[in-house]
């Protein structure tokens, strides 16, 4: 395994009864190589079932998890980066079938973990 050179763990959290899409505002000072979704949670505000619905974001310009009322869990899944994300990105509330809507009302909160490796240095011998 790669030796870690940075890490920076950001909270992403959003009232979804506000906006099904927002710009997050946050600051990571290197390129990361990965993203990786440390924790989901979600609750209602008003104590009515959802469906399951998903949260799309540009940092990979796909979907990155899903959630539902009372969710709390930890997914850990790691999506390769390999650029610049920029000082914001865009995410947006969609429903099971891939339409923006307000498939859900509460407070949203995504842990949200950026890492770059170390580069591996080849060396070159002389002859």
């Given amino acids: 395994m790669s030796e870690i050179e940075a890490r920076k763990t950001i909270i992403i959290s959003q009232d979804c009864k506000a906006s099904e899409q927002w710009d997050a505002k946050f600051f990571v000072p290197f390129k990361p190589d990965e993203m990786i979704i440390r924790s989901v949670v979600h609750r209602t505000f008003d104590n009515r079932e959802y469906e399951t619905f998903l949260v799309w974001s540009d940092l990979i310009g796909d979907v990155i ?22 000082s914001q990105s865009r995410f947006q509330i969609q429903n099971v079938d891939g339409s923006v809507g307000g498939a859900t009302d509460g407070k949203l909160a995504i842990t949200i973990e950026f890492i770059k490796y170390k580069s591996e240095k080849v060396e070159m011998k002389k002859s």
């Fill in 65 to 86: 998890c899903s959630a539902f009322d009372g969710c709390n869990y930890c997914p850990q899944t790691v999506f390769v980066l390999k650029k610049d994300i920029g």
